[in-house]
């Protein structure tokens, strides 16, 4: 797209241009530095340096055409806001931005000061007028996954227009009742906004796009568990992060074919690293676009990272939708099997990510876990414990970091870092 044309979509989205412009700029130094700069990137890479150089411009461009067909536009931030049921009521949905200190001054007159800087983020990016997809959206779907999330919730929509979903904390029989009963809910909102009835049929079709998007990504996870690693730790988070954008049929062949060539680095024995180099996974809070900072840190520390337990990584393409049920009535239980399987950190107990994450390092070959907390998010820092003491006892290495969007502590934790990957060579 020409500059004349991205200006003129992101004045049609009421934006504020200069802020949006100064934004852009510093996110593609960002970019330039920590993806760029790197070396023996594989060639389907390009898809990714693409999509991001285009995220607040073509891919804008294509929901707004789309919108000019009649569809709506659903935004979410969250892994429990099933997108089998968005598609089935042909509606189109995105992530929102939320991985950046922006408007961070407006967002505190809204939401106090020690909250997260992900929520400070969104509430942030709409109220300085940054983000053009979640001025696209029709819908924003949240979700009760912390306290903070859940009450900020209640001043962010009288912004936009918000539905909110009930996530359970518990996985007993009455708790996957009511996740059952949201969904019904979040069905009969969708239907009401789309003006489509979501059918056993429409249902079908969405699952099978969604779940052969989380095979590809699956394919992508297996793959790295080569020695050498096939793909550097930031570009497999830049692919987790873009399939919250992109169209997911697009998507999945872009990244099956970046698969194919990943499978043919490991037949010739190349990787983006020597072999032997430290192998880390990397667990804890989801790291929106462009939260980067500590992926970069690690790898600019002599070590790569081969996994990410993470809302945006692992935890949210583990598990299939069951795609036997025929009725609309056993797809929404399939559907609440699925979703209750996910290990979120807002669930007590919640002994199985333990388990996930002990298991997951053993199946990527990890050397050792770092666990990332954003700061103020209290399920995770009360999880980095638990965490801690199960990979003690499965004898893996593991060091906890909590740090927030800024680059303040850039320098202390790349020190910290660089400790713990000396003591795993």
């Known amino acids: 797209m020409t500059d004349a044309a991205h200006m003129a979509l992101w004045e049609s989205l009421d934006l504020d241009i200069p802020a949006h412009d100064a934004l852009l700029a510093v996110l593609g130094k960002f970019y330039g530095d920590i993806y760029l700069s790197q070396q023996g990137r594989l060639k389907g890479a390009e898809y990714l340096d693409f999509v991001l150089s285009e995220v ?6 294509e929901i707004q055409d789309t919108k000019a067909t009649g569809k709506k536009v659903v935004g979410t931030f969250c892994v429990f806001v099933p997108e089998e049921l968005t598609l089935a009521a042909d509606a189109i949905q995105v992530g929102l ?4 200190k922006a408007g961070t001054e407006k967002a505190e007159t809204l939401v106090p000061r020690n909250t997260c800087d992900l929520i400070k983020s969104f509430v942030g990016f709409k109220l300085a007028r940054l983000c053009p997809y979640t001025e696209s959206c029709d819908l924003i779907v949240g979700e009760t996954t912390c306290d903070g999330k859940k009450k900020a919730y209640e001043a962010f929509g009288e912004h936009v227009p918000m539905h909110v979903m009930e996530v359970p904390q518990c996985k007993g029989p009455c708790d996957r009742d009511l996740f059952r009963a949201e969904l019904t809910r979040y069905k009969d909102a969708l239907e009401k906004l789309t003006g489509n009835t979501i059918t056993a049929a429409s249902l079908a079709a ?25 793909i550097s730790g930031r570009d497999a988070l830049l692919v987790n992060q873009i399939s919250f954008y992109d169209d997911p049929v697009r998507f999945t062949a872009k990244i099956n074919e970046l698969c ?8 010739a024995g190349q990787g983006v690293a020597p072999s ?8 804890g809070c989801p790291m929106a676009v462009p939260n980067w900072k500590l992926p970069y840190l690690i790898e600019s520390s002599g070590a790569v990272i081969v996994g990410e337990e993470s809302c945006i990584g692992e935890r949210n393409t583990r ?13 929404l239980d399939a559907l609440t099997d699925r979703y209750m399987k996910i290990d979120c950190a807002c669930f007590t107990p919640n002994t ?17 876990v770092i666990h990332y907390g954003l700061l103020f998010c209290q399920p995770y820092a009360h999880e980095a414990l638990k965490v801690g003491k199960a990979m003690a006892a499965a004898g893996l290495p593991y060091l906890a970091i909590e740090t927030d969007y800024g680059m303040v502590d850039a320098g202390q934790l ?12």
């Open 56 to 61: 607040h411009g073509l891919r804008i461009k």
């Open 97 to 100: 931005c939320a991985g950046a």
């Open 206 to 230: 969405a699952t099978k796009v969604v779940n052969a998007k989380r095979q590809a990504l699956q394919r992508l996870a297996r793959l790295r568990s080569a020695d050498p690693a096939p």
């Open 260 to 267: 194919d060539e990943m499978e043919a680095r490991i037949k």
């Open 276 to 283: 032997g180099t430290p192998r880390l996974l990397l667990a």
């Open 319 to 331: 598990d299939f939708t069951d795609e036997t049920p025929t009725d609309l009535d056993g797809m």
């Open 352 to 368: 199985e990510r333990l388990d996930h994450i002990a298991a997951l390092a053993k199946e990527l070959k990890a050397d050792g």
């Open 414 to 425: 790349k020190t910290r870092v660089e400790a713990f990957v000396e003591t795993l060579s």
